[in-house]
C-alpha cells in the first residue's frame, strides 16, 4: 500500500494553472475604470495649474503695462530727463535787417536746443554764415565757393555744427578735390523770394561759383506764390530779371493767395524766381 493516503496509483494530478481560481472580468474593468478616472483627474489637475499661471501672467502684464501708461502720462519726468532750459533755433536768428550772411547773429557760438531733449553746438561766424571759419568777400587763391541759402532745413534745426547736409558736402567736396579748396557757406533765410532779394543785395558780394537753394514744398511755395502776386511784397522786373521790393504791397502772407493762383502773371513770376536762381552766380 502507498504511504500517502491522498493519492492513488490508478489516479493522475491534476496541473497547476487548473488548480487556480479563474479571473474575475468584472473586477478587471473596474479596475481599469478607476485608473482612467485617476489620469484624467491628474490631467485636470494639471490644467487647472497651467490655466492660473497664465492668468496670473498675463494679469501681471497687464498691470505693469497700465502702470507704465499711467506714469508716462501723469509724471513724465519720473522716467525722462528733463528738457534742457537755455538757447533754441530762434536764438541764433538777428533780431531784424540782415547780415552779409542773411538772417543769422554774427559770431553766435553757444550750445542749442537738439534733437533728443539734449543741446548741439551751433556756431555763425563773424559773417553771420553758420560756419566755424570767417570768410572775406573775395574767395581766396584755389578756393571754389559755393553758398547754400534756405530756411531751417539748410540751417540745421536741431543739428550739431558738423552735421548739416551742407558741412557734410563741403567734406565730401575736399576729399574728392584734385587741388582746390571748397567752402559751402550757410545762409539762412525766411523764404526762397527773400533769399532772392538778398543774393541780389548781399550774396553775391561774396562771390560764389554755385547757389543752392533749399526749397520746403509747403510754405515756401506758397510764399513765393503770395509775395510775387500782384500787390505782393516783390515783383520781379521783366527787363533786367531782379527782384524789386514794392512800394506799397497790398498783401500779407495769408491773404489772396486763392486769387493769384491761377493768374498767369503769378506764373510767370514763379518761374522766373526759380530759373533767376540757378543763374544768379552769373550775373554781374
Known amino acids: 500500500m502507498s504511504t500517502h493516503p491522498d493519492t492513488d496509483c490508478g489516479q493522475s494530478q491534476l496541473p497547476l494553472e487548473s488548480a487556480r481560481e479563474p479571473a474575475n472580468p468584472v473586477r478587471a474593468r473596474d479596475l481599469k475604470r478607476l485608473r482612467g478616472e485617476q489620469l484624467a483627474k491628474s490631467l485636470s489637475v494639471i490644467l487647472r495649474k497651467s490655466r492660473t499661471i497664465v492668468v496670473i501672467t498675463l494679469s501681471t502684464i497687464l498691470l505693469f503695462e497700465c502702470t ?94 558738423k552735421e548739416t547736409f551742407s558741412f557734410l558736402l563741403e567734406q565730401y567736396l575736399n576729399s574728392k578735390s ?68 514794392n512800394a506799397s504791397p497790398t498783401l500779407g502772407f495769408s491773404h489772396g493767395l486763392e486769387k493769384c493762383w491761377f493768374r498767369p502773371r503769378a506764373f510767370t513770376h514763379r518761374e522766373r524766381l526759380f530759373g533767376i536762381a540757378t543763374v544768379l552766380p552769373t550775373m554781374s
Open 68 to 161: 507704465y501708461r499711467v506714469i508716462l502720462r501723469l509724471a513724465p519726468n519720473l522716467l525722462r530727463p528733463a528738457a534742457p532750459r537755455g538757447l533754441d533755433y530762434g536764438d541764433t536768428w538777428r533780431s531784424s535787417g540782415l547780415a552779409p550772411s542773411g538772417s543769422l547773429k554774427e559770431n553766435f557760438d553757444a550750445m542749442v536746443l537738439g534733437p533728443y531733449r539734449n543741446t548741439v553746438r551751433w556756431k555763425n561766424n563773424a559773417q553771420g554764415f553758420r560756419n566755424d571759419y570767417d570768410v572775406t568777400p573775395e574767395p581766396g587763391p584755389g578756393v571754389v565757393r559755393v553758398i547754400s541759402i534756405g530756411d531751417s532745413f539748410t540751417a540745421g534745426y536741431r543739428l550739431a555744427q
Open 178 to 245: 584734385d587741388g582746390s579748396k571748397y567752402e559751402v557757406l550757410i545762409s539762412v533765410v525766411d523764404n526762397p523770394t527773400d533769399g532772392l532779394d538778398y543774393l541780389s543785395s548781399l550774396g553775391l558780394s561774396f562771390k560764389p561759383k554755385l547757389v543752392l537753394l533749399g526749397l520746403t514744398l509747403g510754405n515756401d511755395m506758397t510764399g513765393a506764390y503770395v509775395r510775387l502776386a500782384p500787390g505782393g511784397k516783390y515783383t520781379i522786373d521783366d527787363e533786367t530779371g531782379r527782384i524789386e521790393l
